[in-house]
């Protein structure tokens, strides 16, 4: 089942609202799009849990834009897969406030547990980049999500936690977070 479905209201022999429905009975985390010259129909279309309604024409910024916005709630949904402990563990990437390096582990931190690795940092920086992590220090990676402030040399996250940031990533990690937060507004 494809991921992203984009439909007309008006079709030959189903219309694309009962289709719609259908579609997310069968693939729940599909993302239906309705692309038509039909407004009066908007919302019937969001009963059918239309991800957009968007009318024709639209542009090629608009759909875009769109898509851009469909990719930033697929990563909210992002889960890891953890073995620790005997055990696996399902985390969502959100709940993830940081990541650190201690010893021979590697320590995910959310805001309830803490899950001991053996997964590098550096595995965990390039699995993490394109989902709002960045890598502050040599031993942390911390999620954007969880940013409440920053100076020299530190990093703040809730619960009066402080990350020690590098002099020489502080600049790069402000730009990256800058433009973290302009695609969180759109």
Do not use: W
């Not at 991921?3 to 993302?31: R, V, W």
């Not at 402990?85 to 995910?108: C, F, N, Q, S, W």
Request: proline share 4%; hydrophobic share 35%; aromatic share 12%.
């Amino acid at each position: 089942m494809p991921d992203i479905i984009f439909l007309d209201i008006e079709m030959q022999e189903l219309d694309g609202i009962t289709l719609g429905k259908e579609i997310h009975n069968l693939s729940p985390d599909s993302y239906v799009i309705f692309l038509t010259a039909h407004p009066e129909y908007a919302v019937r279309g969001y009963e059918a849990r239309a991800f957009r309604y968007l009318l024709k024409p639209s542009s090629e910024e608009v759909i875009a834009n769109v898509l851009l916005e469909v990719n930033q709630e697929r990563c909210k949904k992002k889960k890891l897969l953890l073995q620790c402990d005997g055990k696996e563990h399902v985390i969502p990437l959100k709940d993830i406030m940081y990541i650190g390096a201690e010893d021979k582990y590697t320590v995910l931190y959310t805001r309830k547990h803490r899950y001991i690795e053996r997964i590098s940092l550096n595995e965990y920086e390039k699995l993490l980049v394109d989902y709002g992590f960045y890598r502050v220090h040599r031993k942390y990676i911390v999620n954007f999500a969880y940013h409440k402030g920053m100076e020299k040399g530190k990093v703040y996250l809730p619960d009066d936690i402080s990350i020690p940031i590098s002099r020489r990533r502080e600049k790069e990690y402000h730009k990256a977070l800058l433009q973290y937060l302009e695609k969180e507004l759109i």
